[in-house]
């Protein structure tokens, strides 16, 4: 039973092939492409003010440098909410659960701001390993503390995507395991599941959403810090 509870976190296979990449390319066939006309469907524009609404969002905190992010900050929201929520649907696989994955696009885009600092204001990113007016005695400590809470943000970043929603989907599967075992001995139990599982599902579309938008907007102030 404890295994096949973590069974929905393995990567399917066909003949020996990994699907991942299938699953990660699914969502960006959902919406649907531009087109040159004036006039657009209900779902182009929705999907425009959309976008739209999510990199406002996320430029806001940036100023006019950080503007160049746009395209990828938006397009990295938009993959990792579409990505959750489809998850979410029976017998589907999330691959950001995964814990590699979540880190292959952590660290990349972490390093990518750092090295950004580092290039464009190196005085101020060093910097911000020594706080100022630090005791003598202290700053060998204090540089070693701030060193390594900055190496390990995409470390963090990673974790807390796959604990969130490893966590939502295996109380999503025990919950409606309960319900279905508890069926046929006690349905007044079994209707009472029910509803708590309903209210976890809503919860968990939430959940995904906002790990989805907490992801990027800790990238865009790592990246605000240094620019």
């Given at each position: ?56 969002q996320l430029m ?83 540089i070693m503390i ?69 992801f990027v907007l ?10």
């Open positions: 039973m404890n295994l096949s509870f973590f069974d929905q976190f393995m990567s399917p296979h066909l003949l020996g092939i990994p699907l991942i990449l299938i699953s990660l390319l699914f969502p960006a066939l959902l919406f649907p492409s531009p087109r040159n006309r004036w006039m657009t469907n209900r779902i182009s524009t929705l999907q425009s003010w959309f976008i739209y609404t999510i990199t406002k806001t905190p940036l100023n006019k440098k950080g503007h160049k992010w746009a395209l990828i900050l938006s397009s990295l929201m938009i993959f990792l909410l579409s990505i959750n929520l489809l998850g979410l649907l029976p017998y589907t696989f999330t691959p950001t659960t995964q814990l590699y994955m979540n880190l292959a696009l952590a660290f990349p885009l972490w390093l990518a701001t750092l090295l950004t600092g580092l290039r464009n204001q190196p005085s101020a990113s060093l910097g911000h390993l020594l706080p100022e007016g630090t005791p003598t005695p202290l700053i060998p400590a204090l701030e060193t390594t809470s900055l190496l390990i943000r995409p470390l963090a970043l990673g974790v807390r995507l796959t604990a969130n929603l490893t966590a939502g989907h295996l109380l999503i599967q025990l919950i409606s395991t309960a319900t279905a075992v508890l069926f046929s001995i006690m349905p007044a139990i079994s209707i009472l599941t029910a509803c708590v599982l309903l209210l976890l599902t809503i919860l968990e579309v939430a959940v995904a959403m906002i790990q989805a938008y907490v800790l990238l865009s102030l790592y990246l605000q810090e240094n620019i």
